[in-house]
């Protein structure tokens, strides 16, 4: 298909707080046009903090090609709207904008945050008529079940992964990418840290001191590094970006790129992840994972965390639902037990990887989000024909 014949759609973008909005953008879009032969413009409205995940952009362009997608600052009045209006988060699009959506009778779809709860299954691809400019409006909720929009996975996700993990030369030159020394790395425990300042880190830290084996902790750039530093006070410094204690080696990485931080997952043993962009990449590195919902009022993200739990381990022996939840507890709640749990946990690391994997594969044999969206808006096309 040439490139003027290919569909063309709007995926609007408005950066709230951290990266996991710009971050699930960025993927969709490339992937809708890698996989699904779209003509893609993303407009963002805070290009600045969106370079930190697109780091090719310039931060003072209007508008830039960058892998095949057109990233555009936030509209102005006179922009005509594509065929297809992908609105993620509810970002709210410019008045005149849907004026005119009105008017071209475009696709109009509201992309959701990620949520495992049971009543994402009803309220997926229902209508909002809108009154004031007479267009309707169309939830689509990602999700783990096929009554959902399902997860965002690149095409060759599971191969490239598969890949990297069978060759040792892949790996000896990510971990010489990283500049973390490989002898270090090779017989420990390697686990990627990436949370909220929430996290119950200094129980981690104790239960790790207290195993035979070694461990690299790898922190990823993040918000948690000011709190952080109280916990590895008394760590010996071995150079700017490393730490040790005991059995203990630190590594404080810089923001990777999406396609680094990948594998830093897959090339770890255990990983602590948040949000929603990096909880889905932790499924498919197919290693156990724990995952830090983003702090919500009235303890609502512990129900998300709760909801998460009895979707994923719905597979599960007692054995691991019981771990997985201690563990869970542990990190996102205050414990008395938490060391204690954390230390089960580590133990039953073989375990909990060998089901990771087995949850991947599942989550796997569903269709991808970008092909539901794709199939979706195609449907609510032909409709208004
Ligand atoms: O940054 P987050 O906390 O984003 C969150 C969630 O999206 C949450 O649902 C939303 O309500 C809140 O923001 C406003 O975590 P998340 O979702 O994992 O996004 C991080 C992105 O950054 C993800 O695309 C992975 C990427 N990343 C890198 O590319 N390199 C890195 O080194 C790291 C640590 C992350």
Same mark, same amino acid.
Request: overall charge neutral.
């Given at each position: 298909?040439?490139?003027?014949?290919?569909?063309?759609?709007?995926?609007?973008?408005?950066?709230?707080?951290?990266?996991?909005?710009?971050?699930?953008?960025?993927?969709?879009?490339?992937?809708?046009?890698?996989?699904?032969?779209?003509?893609?413009?993303?407009?963002?409205?805070? &290009? %600045?903090? #969106? /370079?930190?995940?697109?780091?090719?952009?310039?931060?003072?362009?209007?508008? !830039?090609? =960058?892998?095949?997608?057109?990233?555009?600052?936030?509209?102005?009045?006179?922009?005509?709207?594509?065929?297809?209006?992908?609105?993620?988060?509810?970002?709210?699009?410019?008045?005149?904008?849907?004026?005119?959506?009105?008017?071209?009778?475009?696709?109009?779809?509201?992309?959701?945050?990620?949520?495992?709860?049971?009543?994402?299954?009803?309220?997926?691809?229902?209508?909002?008529p809108?009154a004031?400019?007479?267009?309707?409006?169309?939830?689509?909720?990602p999700?783990?079940?096929?009554?959902?929009?399902?997860?965002?996975?690149?095409?060759?996700?599971?191969?490239?992964?598969?890949?990297? &993990? %069978?060759? #040792? /030369?892949?790996?000896?030159?990510?971990w010489?990418?990283?500049?973390?020394? !490989?002898? =270090?790395?090779?017989?420990?425990?390697?686990?990627?840290?990436?949370?909220?300042?929430?996290?119950?880190?200094?129980?981690?830290?104790?239960?790790l001191?207290?195993?035979?084996?070694?461990?690299?902790?790898?922190?990823?750039?993040?918000?948690?590094?000011?709190?952080?530093?109280?916990?590895?006070?008394?760590?010996?410094?071995?150079?700017?970006?490393?730490?040790?204690?005991?059995?203990?080696?630190?590594?404080?990485?810089?923001?990777?790129?999406?396609?680094?931080?990948?594998?830093?997952?897959?090339?770890?043993?255990?990983?602590f992840?948040?949000?929603?962009?990096?909880?889905?990449?932790?499924?498919?590195?197919?290693?156990?994972?724990?995952?830090?919902p983003?702090?919500?009022?009235?303890?609502?993200? =512990?129900?998300?965390?709760?909801a998460?739990?009895?979707?994923y381990?719905?597979?599960?022996?007692?054995?691991?639902?019981?771990?997985?939840?201690?563990?869970?507890?542990?990190?996102?709640?205050?414990?008395?037990?938490?060391?204690?749990?954390?230390?089960?946990?580590?133990?039953?690391?073989?375990?909990?990887?060998?089901?990771?994997?087995?949850?991947?594969?599942?989550?796997?044999?569903?269709?991808?989000?970008?092909?539901?969206?794709?199939?979706?808006?195609?449907?609510?096309?032909?409709?208004?024909?």
């Amino acid at each position: 298909m040439s490139q003027s014949d290919r569909p063309c759609w709007d995926i609007f973008c408005k950066i709230v707080d951290n990266y996991g909005d710009i971050g699930i953008c960025w993927r969709l879009s490339q992937q809708l046009v890698n996989e699904h032969h779209v003509n893609v413009r993303l407009f963002i409205d805070h &290009l %600045n903090v #969106a /370079s930190k995940i697109i780091p090719l952009l310039n931060a003072n362009g209007p508008l !830039q090609y =960058i892998h095949g997608v057109a990233v555009c600052a936030w509209p102005t009045a006179d922009t005509l709207p594509a065929k297809v209006v992908i609105e993620t988060f509810s970002c709210q699009l410019p008045e005149s904008y849907v004026a005119r959506m009105t008017e071209l009778q475009s696709v109009w779809i509201n992309l959701e945050y990620l949520s495992a709860e049971i009543w994402v299954g009803d309220f997926h691809a229902k209508p909002s008529p809108q009154a004031k400019f007479n267009i309707t409006r169309h939830f689509f909720f990602p999700g783990f079940t096929e009554k959902t929009g399902g997860l965002i996975r690149e095409k060759n996700l599971m191969s490239k992964r598969d890949e990297f &993990l %069978n060759s #040792a /030369s892949q790996q000896t030159k990510f971990w010489q990418e990283l500049a973390v020394d !490989q002898l =270090i790395v090779k017989n420990s425990l390697k686990i990627s840290l990436f949370c909220y300042p929430q996290a119950n880190v200094l129980p981690l830290v104790s239960a790790l001191i207290s195993q035979q084996q070694n461990s690299t902790l790898f922190i990823t750039f993040n918000d948690t590094i000011t709190t952080l530093s109280d916990i590895f006070a008394d760590f010996k410094q071995i150079n700017a970006n490393t730490l040790t204690k005991e059995n203990i080696t630190i590594f404080f990485l810089p923001f990777l790129s999406q396609a680094h931080y990948d594998r830093l997952l897959w090339a770890c043993d255990l990983n602590f992840v948040r949000g929603e962009d990096s909880w889905i990449r932790a499924i498919w590195a197919s290693k156990a994972f724990i995952w830090q919902p983003y702090l919500q009022t009235e303890a609502t993200h =512990i129900k998300k965390m709760q909801a998460f739990l009895d979707l994923y381990l719905s597979h599960a022996t007692k054995e691991i639902q019981t771990l997985l939840t201690n563990a869970y507890l542990a990190w996102s709640t205050p414990q008395a037990n938490a060391e204690v749990n954390l230390i089960d946990f580590i133990h039953a690391l073989p375990k909990l990887n060998s089901y990771a994997a087995q949850q991947a594969d599942r989550f796997a044999g569903q269709t991808d989000l970008a092909s539901n969206l794709h199939s979706f808006s195609e449907k609510l096309a032909k409709n208004k024909v």
